[in-house]
């Protein structure tokens, strides 16, 4: 599968933009953020399970299925806080749109349209538009000469990722991608570069976890029972129940 163009990326944006705003808009308002993506997914409705993949897989990001009457989404906790907010609103996307299924790979990102729009969402979501650009203005930050201590006070004003907020911000101010694509080097995740953007995040008092994985657990306490009730009245498949029951029998071998 190919990677998606420039052009149908620009496409898929207009098409995901007033779906985030709207979204958005019913729960939050314009320029309030987003602090605490886990509270708010609960808040509105979602189960919400975290737990590490099985066998250390960092490449993904988490699925959705439908457990009547809610949404349960689950997100792995081996990737860093700042991806598991992101994950939260992408899983969000399909659970709310119903567009999308199965589950959900970070790369798969870079070929799949279902996956770069729920990942678009997302960023919407957690990084709204106006904000960035009021931000941006307020602190006057010069984007031709950006600089990682600025990325990194944004990431940690909006709780995402670096490499997230940087992405944000060049959907955002696209005439810029050219000049700033090596702002992404620092996140590419080597040891030495990891150690670089650690140090940088200290210096200007950001929050490490944002930028480290978790590795944490959260399953609600009725969660087995319920989806075992579930499976009996048929009100979920069971094939995505034995998915999910599969993942979680798993973890519990491995801890």
């Known amino acids: 599968m190919k990677n998606l163009t420039e052009d149908e990326k620009a496409k898929l944006y207009e098409e995901v ?12 308002g314009n320029q309030e953020i987003i602090k605490d993506t886990f509270k708010t997914i609960e808040q509105l409705g979602f189960l919400l399970l975290r737990f590490p993949a099985v066998g250390g ?18 997100i792995n906790s081996r990737q860093n806080l700042g991806r598991q907010y992101m ?38 979501i957690l990084m709204p538009t106006d904000s960035v650009r009021k931000y941006i203005k307020y602190h006057n930050i010069s984007l031709q000469y950006l600089r990682h ?17 940087l992405l944000r911000i060049l959907q955002i101010y696209p005439e810029y991608k050219a000049s700033l694509q090596n702002r992404f080097a620092i996140a ?8 670089k953007l650690e140090k940088k995040t200290l210096a200007v008092q950001g929050d490490l976890q944002l930028i480290r994985a978790t590795n944490d657990i959260y399953l609600p306490d009725t969660f087995m029972e319920d989806i075992s009730f579930n499976i009996k009245e048929g009100r979920i498949s069971k094939e995505k129940a034995y998915e999910l029951l599969k993942v979680i029998d798993g973890l519990k071998n491995d801890i």
């Open 17 to 28: 933009y007033p779906i985030a705003l709207g979204f958005r808009s019913s729960f939050i």
């Open 57 to 74: 897989d960092t490449s993904l990001g988490g699925f959705t299925i439908h457990k009547e009457p809610y949404d349960c989404i689950y």
């Open 87 to 124: 994950s939260c609103w992408h899983e969000c996307y399909h659970a709310y749109t119903k567009e999308g299924s199965g589950i959900s790979y970070i790369a798969s990102v870079k070929q799949d349209s279902v996956e770069y729009k729920a990942d678009l969402f997302a960023g919407m």
């Open 149 to 165: 201590e600025d990325i990194i006070r944004m990431q940690n004003y909006y709780r995402v990722g670096y490499s997230a907020m």
């Open 188 to 195: 590419a995740g080597t040891p030495i570069q990891r150690e």
